[in-house]
């Protein structure tokens, strides 16, 4: 039974792999009113079986189809991983324009937000900004993998799969594009644990596919997959998002009459062996454990003038163990779940006009407000995660109230992909009244349609929700004050 539930991850990273290589991925050209960019590197490697004979360093680099044919990538006990990364106190202005980004876990302003549910660390692809002088997206990927965590994807070790899907970053709730994101999926062709020397406050996570695989991909294949992995969600102060970030007091009404965004998250929880290395790395060591997972630890570069000298205790060493978790979510959770798509067998779909849908099915546990039954998350998983749904119901209410246009903008989407592109046109003309346009530029921009549309008809739930609140706040008043008088 093992055996099976191994080797299904890497039949299902084949698939993946096939068609990545195969199907042509959605560029988004930047406007030239915002030029920049950004990337990211989702790097895979292939753990193998602890019995496994070592192969030789000087034997030939495999091509992709003989990779899944090879002895040890086919045995029934290697683990295929995904490279994740953890970035201890980091804050908005020195993230997203250099490595890490807040805009990255899902959103912006001061950086702050809390979970709901269990607590986690927040875990995100290494990449960062494109700066003048790269040579492309891809550069701008493999460049800061090296400069993050000293991993040199330039390597005969690893191979560039292809890209995944570009995506919009915006922040004030979707009303300003602040760059576009390109994801590059890179897989090692060796079996041999890679060193790494991160960064300080850079922590690696070596995290098995099966945990995203069992979260995310259907029963009947997620089931065969013995990987521990739940969803949960991140809650996030909305005052963050619509209100400056020096206004204490607007920022606490705003809080009070908003409250918060909950963003879907998946927790990944470590294995004990890992999560026993952590603690002994804040120690000072360096030296990779001798598992078959090869995690590797933070390296402290001692560049700030402070040393990592204080022993961590028994006690702290031992809730470490048992408590510490992952969250995957954001855009992170968006660029993972597109690579889940890619494995997911596809299936059948059927609408109310008979015509048939082929997607690939997830089984995602939440859907954006105004929005249930639909197929956003086949269409477009990424946008399934950066959806939120507020704290408070009446808010949610109104953004249905007035999600009506966002719903036509998918619909069409998903009548788009049944016809093959071929009602595109008319689609659009009727429903954005417009006779002349460039049919290519809508048809590659379908997700940055309904991620504004979906933003358009938040901000007006807000401004509602608000008015409302403050004519509300202000009768009581006048109430309160009447009946103290009288």
Same mark, same amino acid.
């Given at each position: 039974?093992?055996?099976?539930?191994?080797?299904?991850?890497?039949? /299902?990273?084949?698939?993946?792999?096939?068609?990545?290589?195969?199907?042509?991925?959605?560029?988004?050209?930047?406007?030239?009113?915002?030029?920049?960019?950004?990337?990211?590197?989702?790097?895979?490697?292939?753990?193998?079986?602890?019995?496994?004979?070592?192969?030789?360093?000087? *034997?030939?680099?495999?091509?992709?189809?003989?990779?899944?044919?090879?002895?040890?990538?086919?045995?029934?006990?290697?683990?295929?991983?995904?490279?994740?990364?953890?970035?201890?106190?980091?804050?908005?202005?020195?993230?997203?324009?250099?490595?890490?980004?807040? $805009?990255?876990?899902?959103?912006?302003?001061?950086?702050?937000?809390?979970?709901?549910?269990?607590?986690?660390?927040?875990?995100?692809?290494?990449?960062?900004?494109?700066?003048?002088?790269?040579?492309?997206?891809?550069?701008?990927?493999?460049?800061?993998?090296?400069?993050?965590?000293? %991993?040199?994807?330039?390597?005969?070790?690893?191979?560039?799969?292809?890209?995944?899907?570009?995506?919009?970053?915006?922040?004030?709730?979707?009303?300003?594009?602040?760059?576009?994101?390109?994801?590059?999926?890179?897989?090692?062709?060796?079996?041999?644990? /890679?060193?790494?020397?991160?960064?300080?406050?850079?922590?690696?996570?070596?995290?098995?596919?099966?945990?995203?695989?069992?979260?995310?991909?259907?029963?009947?294949?997620?089931?065969?997959?013995?990987?521990?992995?739940?969803?949960?969600?991140?809650?996030?102060?909305?005052?963050?998002?619509?209100?400056?970030?020096?206004?204490?007091?607007?920022?606490?009404?705003?809080?009070?009459?908003?409250?918060?965004?909950?963003?879907?998250?998946?927790?990944?929880?470590?294995?004990?062996?890992?999560?026993?290395?952590?603690?002994?790395?804040?120690?000072?060591?360096?030296?990779?454990?001798?598992?078959?997972?090869?995690?590797?630890?933070?390296?402290?570069?001692?560049?700030?003038?402070?040393?990592?000298?204080?022993?961590?205790?028994?006690?702290?060493?031992?809730?470490?163990?048992?408590?510490?978790?992952?969250?995957?979510?954001?855009?992170?959770?968006?660029? *993972?779940?597109?690579?889940?798509?890619?494995?997911?067998?596809?299936?059948?779909?059927?609408?109310?006009?008979?015509?048939?849908?082929?997607?690939?099915? /997830?089984?995602?546990?939440?859907?954006?407000?105004?929005?249930?039954?639909?197929?956003?998350?086949?269409?477009?998983?990424?946008?399934?995660?950066?959806?939120?749904?507020?704290?408070?119901?009446?808010?949610?209410?109104?953004?249905?109230?007035?999600?009506?246009?966002?719903?036509?903008?998918?619909?069409?989407?998903?009548?788009?992909?049944?016809?093959?592109?071929?009602?595109?046109?008319?689609? %659009?003309?009727?429903?954005?009244?417009?006779?002349? $346009?460039?049919?290519?530029?809508?048809?590659?921009?379908?997700?940055?349609?309904?991620?504004?549309? $979906?933003?358009?008809?938040?901000?007006?739930?807000?401004?509602?929700?608000?008015?409302?609140?403050?004519?509300?706040?202000?009768?009581?008043?006048?109430?309160?004050?009447?009946?103290?008088? *009288?």
């Amino acid at each position: 039974m093992a055996e099976e539930k191994s080797d299904s991850v890497v039949r /299902l990273l084949s698939r993946a792999v096939h068609r990545i290589r195969t199907t042509p991925p959605r560029i988004i050209a930047s406007p030239a009113t915002q030029p920049r960019r950004a990337a990211v590197a989702i790097v895979i490697r292939v753990v193998p079986s602890p019995n496994t004979v070592p192969v030789s360093d000087d *034997a030939p680099l495999p091509t992709l189809a003989q990779f899944f044919e090879l002895d040890w990538v086919k045995d029934p006990h290697t683990s295929p991983e995904v490279l994740l990364l953890r970035r201890d106190g980091a804050s908005t202005s020195d993230t997203v324009p250099g490595h890490a980004s807040a $805009f990255m876990n899902g959103f912006t302003g001061d950086g702050a937000s809390k979970s709901s549910g269990d607590a986690g660390a927040h875990v995100a692809f290494p990449g960062g900004r494109s700066e003048e002088g790269d040579e492309g997206c891809l550069y701008t990927a493999m460049r800061h993998t090296w400069e993050e965590i000293g %991993l040199d994807l330039a390597e005969r070790d690893f191979m560039c799969i292809g890209q995944l899907d570009d995506r919009e970053i915006t922040t004030s709730l979707g009303k300003r594009l602040l760059m576009i994101l390109s994801p590059f999926v890179f897989l090692q062709l060796t079996p041999k644990p /890679l060193p790494t020397e991160p960064v300080d406050g850079t922590t690696i996570h070596w995290v098995p596919l099966g945990t995203l695989v069992s979260a995310v991909l259907p029963r009947s294949v997620g089931d065969k997959v013995n990987a521990k992995s739940r969803w949960s969600s991140v809650a996030v102060d909305a005052a963050s998002r619509i209100t400056p970030r020096h206004s204490a007091v607007l920022n606490v009404l705003v809080r009070v009459l908003i409250g918060s965004m909950q963003f879907p998250a998946i927790i990944l929880d470590l294995p004990e062996s890992e999560a026993s290395s952590l603690s002994t790395s804040s120690t000072g060591s360096t030296a990779l454990p001798n598992s078959a997972s090869y995690p590797a630890l933070t390296q402290d570069k001692l560049e700030k003038g402070f040393t990592a000298t204080k022993s961590v205790s028994s006690k702290k060493r031992t809730r470490s163990r048992h408590q510490l978790k992952l969250k995957l979510w954001g855009l992170s959770l968006g660029m *993972a779940l597109d690579l889940m798509a890619t494995m997911a067998p596809p299936s059948t779909l059927t609408s109310s006009d008979s015509d048939r849908l082929s997607l690939s099915s /997830l089984q995602l546990p939440f859907h954006p407000v105004g929005g249930e039954g639909m197929r956003i998350e086949a269409l477009a998983p990424s946008l399934a995660s950066v959806f939120p749904r507020f704290s408070y119901p009446d808010v949610n209410f109104w953004i249905w109230v007035f999600g009506k246009r966002y719903r036509e903008v998918v619909r069409g989407w998903e009548a788009s992909v049944r016809s093959g592109g071929s009602n595109v046109r008319r689609y %659009l003309a009727s429903s954005l009244k417009m006779t002349h $346009f460039n049919e290519q530029i809508f048809r590659i921009n379908w997700s940055g349609t309904a991620l504004n549309t $979906f933003y358009a008809a938040v901000r007006k739930a807000l401004i509602v929700v608000l008015v409302l609140r403050s004519i509300g706040v202000l009768v009581g008043l006048l109430f309160a004050g009447w009946w103290v008088l *009288a």
